[in-house]
């Protein structure tokens, strides 16, 4: 009862100390670029590692890797994954550092040309849908196991399990988070798209209504609308 679930609660509380504990490894890196509940992402000079905490399995980790391996076969210019390692008890991706500025930035300061870095984007993300893989897992089936796993109840993941049946099976590579912030624009003007760890092959149509998704789940409902058009 009671006690155990203070127990439980003493035990996330530890694991997570542990974790804190164990990334002042991030001091001795150059610069911090994301951190968020159970994942860190710094520059250690030229190359980027993203450091995973104890809540993420070491396969859903060799997947990631592996998937953004898959991405750069393609021909697609992105961050090439450089090794997968273990420091101080965390699995680590080591990835090559893009130098340059995310397309969000660059929309951000420069406003009056929104127009032509969004068509840019779209063009980005076609290109992407060009792409395809053999060896790469398919969105409807994890569409499948998110529904089944989610703590939604029994009758609405059966309804949604009869919907995603009637889903398009596509080949077409698709990001699974692609949004300004993902492409990085370097100096001489080319692009790279970086955090390929949703990526899966399906129908463009899922990925551009995630896309569209996010934009107004960040309150950039003229942009997503533009977006769109």
């Not at 090794?83 to 699995?91: G, I, T």
């Not at 077409?172 to 492409?183: Q, S």
Request: hydrophobic share 40%.
């Amino acid at each position: 009862g009671g006690e155990g679930d203070i127990f439980r609660l003493l035990i996330d509380a530890v694991v997570c100390l542990n974790f804190l504990v164990q990334l002042l490894v991030i001091q001795l890196l150059d610069d911090k670029l994301l951190e968020r509940t159970d994942k860190v992402v710094s520059r250690d000079k030229n190359t980027v590692l993203k450091i995973f905490g104890p809540s993420y399995k070491v396969s859903a980790i060799l997947n990631e890797a592996m998937n953004e391996a898959r991405a750069a076969e393609t021909g697609l210019p992105v961050a090439k994954v450089l090794e997968v390692l273990k420091l101080r008890d965390h699995w680590c991706i080591r990835r090559e550092w893009v130098e340059g500025k995310t397309l969000a930035d660059v929309m951000a300061s420069d406003k009056k040309n929104l127009m032509k870095y969004l068509k840019q984007f779209v063009a980005i993300q076609c290109e992407i849908f060009s792409k395809t893989s053999e060896r790469m897992g398919n969105l409807v089936d994890k569409l499948d196991k998110q529904i089944s796993a989610s703590p939604l109840p029994k009758e609405t993941r059966y309804d949604l399990h009869m919907k995603l049946q009637g889903f398009t099976r596509g080949k077409a590579l698709c990001h699974g988070d692609f949004n300004p912030t993902n492409v990085i624009i370097t100096p001489n003007g080319d692009w790279r798209v970086i955090d390929w760890s949703h990526v899966r092959l399906g129908d463009p149509l899922a990925d551009v209504a995630r896309t569209y998704l996010l934009f107004q789940l960040e309150g950039k409902e003229e942009l997503a609308k533009k977006y769109i058009r």
